[in-house]
């Protein structure tokens, strides 16, 4: 998806090429999500299913984007090789 509500859990689909296997999806996530502590924004690495060397698929849980911001996304291939950056942009979930 482009964008997702906040707080929802969903699931990203990145297409793309050259992806190893092992490779994982950054982006900046709350490091405390799950937990009664203050949020703390940093890039995070998300394991991902390697569907082939074009497609990646991860799962988000709810503490992923508690909040409606612009979200940074980068493949990150176990030999170091980054892609440049994808935006997700997370909205106000409906009421």
Known sequence: PGTIA????FTLTVVGDAFQEGATVEALANAN???SRQPEYRSIAFPT?????TVLIVDFDRGFAPSPRVRSITVV???GGRSPPMYLE??????
């Open 6 to 9: 906040a707080g929802e859990p």
């Open 33 to 35: 999500a799950g937990t």
């Open 49 to 53: 299913e390697f569907a082939s060397d």
């Open 77 to 79: 291939n176990p030999d």
């Open 90 to 95: 997370v909205t106000r979930r409906m009421p």
